[in-house]
């Protein structure tokens, strides 16, 4: 798996499993790095554990913050934020056909219902 798509994964899970609320994804490509930021309503910065191989679960945050080249979070003024920064494989200059500019946002939002799959809602 893509070390972005791990990242995004463990991040949005860790969201949607803690906060209740939406959840908002911002990728944006800078420069050599590709910039994830989630945002969800649940203050609560996360905790990185130690690491222990005998523990089942709860290894999202020490995953995230192995690969990535930054890390933060924030406390916003509803919720919190969090930024991971990871370096991108291929060459960040190089045209996708199919596939927005390089530098181009999206924001994604995720919205929560009672039973049923996540409703998404892509922006470019």
């Given at each position: 798996?893509?070390?972005?798509?791990?990242?995004?994964?463990?991040?949005?899970?860790?969201?949607?499993?803690?906060?209740?609320?939406?959840?908002?994804?911002?990728?944006?490509?800078?420069?050599?790095?590709?910039?994830?930021?989630?945002?969800?309503?649940?203050?609560?910065?996360?905790?990185?554990?130690?690491?222990?191989?005998?523990?089942?679960?709860?290894?999202?945050?020490?995953i995230v913050?192995?690969?990535?080249?930054?890390?933060?979070?924030?406390?916003?003024?509803?919720?919190?934020?969090?930024?991971?920064?990871?370096?991108?494989?291929?060459?960040?200059?190089?045209?996708?056909p199919g596939?927005?500019?390089l530098g181009?946002?999206?924001?994604?939002?995720?919205?929560?219902?009672?039973?049923?799959?996540?409703?998404?809602?892509?922006?470019?």
């Amino acid at each position: 798996m893509d070390l972005t798509q791990l990242v995004v994964n463990e991040l949005v899970s860790n969201a949607r499993k803690y906060a209740p609320g939406p959840v908002l994804l911002d990728l944006r490509v800078l420069g050599g790095l590709v910039e994830i930021v989630v945002w969800d309503s649940d203050p609560v910065l996360p905790i990185a554990r130690a690491a222990d191989a005998g523990r089942v679960g709860q290894h999202g945050l020490e995953i995230v913050m192995a690969v990535a080249q930054g890390f933060e979070a924030h406390r916003e003024p509803v919720g919190k934020r969090i930024t991971a920064r990871l370096a991108l494989a291929d060459d960040p200059g190089g045209a996708i056909p199919g596939r927005p500019p390089l530098g181009h946002r999206l924001r994604a939002t995720t919205a929560r219902r009672s039973e049923g799959p996540v409703a998404a809602r892509v922006a470019g």
